[in-house]
């Protein structure tokens, strides 16, 4: 793993944590599906740099796909019409 | 000959990076939610395609793959921003002072004073 | 030479990755959140590119092609949600 390596995955790692507080802090619950999707795509990503392709391609199809999908279908349903 | 390859594909890579940035730029630096579209879709499509591109330059084999991903990309990018530029205007999202001309709400009536009523009602993005 | 062009590549590509992430943070509506949340994606996959280019595996491109897959129907679901449509 070389130094540019490293480099990228800080800056991802940075992105991560971000992501994770803006999915607490967030008032809309849309926005912090958003969030959480976005943390998982970034750590499929991450995985991806630790050599696991398999793990990657799991985690960005199930956490991030459709997780978030599932998540925003349920939410639209529930909610109906005024989604706030 | 091998260095000419390296010295375009290297070129290409650091021309869309260019272009990515100029994405990020315009993405922070925008007053609006259609500008941020326009300027976080269309030179992120570009720089993406043309960081494939040298890709393909610096390693040849995987130039069947790159050019999956490319012409992926190429199509369902622009079909994602429309999408959510027409799900941003029903929303009836906020827009610059300097944008005054609106066709698509001049062209659906019925849609603009739905928009009306949702934004009168306390409802927003 | 090529690493030293792939080396100025990902600084400018990390660049725009941290102005998209802070439009992420600040973003004052969910429409410009998802915009953001597109370019973050588009970004990742410029990475996966350079990855697979450092470290020599063309395994790592049929991620690339996932992702690109996934965050087209991510983008699809979140604005069928804001239209209303679900």
């Known amino acids: 793993m070389s130094t540019l390596m490293i480099a990228i995955s800080l800056i991802f790692a940075i992105a991560m944590i971000s992501a994770a507080f803006v999915a607490i802090y967030a008032k809309r619950i849309a926005i912090a599906i958003l969030a959480a999707g976005l943390v998982s795509l970034l750590a499929s990503v991450m995985f991806l740099f630790l050599a696991a392709p398999d793990v990657a391609m799991t985690e960005a199809a199930i956490g991030s796909g459709l997780t978030t999908f599932l998540f925003f279908f349920v939410l639209g349903r529930v909610r109906g019409e005024k989604n706030d | ?125 | 030479m090529v690493e030293t062009l792939i080396i100025i590549a990902a600084i400018l590509a990390g660049i725009a990755f941290l102005l998209a992430l802070g439009r992420f943070i600040e973003g004052p509506t969910a429409a410009d959140r998802v915009v953001a949340f597109d370019v973050l994606t588009v970004i990742s996959i410029t990475f996966i590119v350079f990855s697979a280019l450092i470290e020599e595996r063309g395994i790592y491109l049929d991620v690339a092609l996932v992702y690109a897959l996934l965050s087209f129907l991510g983008v699809i679901a979140i604005a069928r949600y804001l239209e209303g449509r679900f």
């Open chain 2, 1 to 125: 000959m091998q260095w000419i390859l390296d010295l375009s594909g290297g070129l290409l890579l650091i021309a869309g990076s260019a272009f990515l940035l100029f994405g990020g730029l315009g993405l922070v630096r925008m007053p609006d939610i259609f500008n941020r579209i326009q300027a976080g879709t269309k030179t992120t499509t570009l720089g993406t395609i043309l960081i494939l591109a040298g890709a393909a330059f610096l390693n040849p084999q995987w130039g069947f793959k790159l050019l999956l991903i490319g012409l992926f990309l190429l199509f369902t990018n622009p079909l994602s921003s429309q999408v959510l530029a027409r799900a941003a205007h029903r929303r009836g999202g906020d827009k610059s002072p300097k944008a005054t001309v609106d066709r698509l709400a001049e062209d659906l009536p019925d849609r603009r004073s739905r928009v009306r009523d949702s934004s009168a009602s306390g409802e927003h993005l």
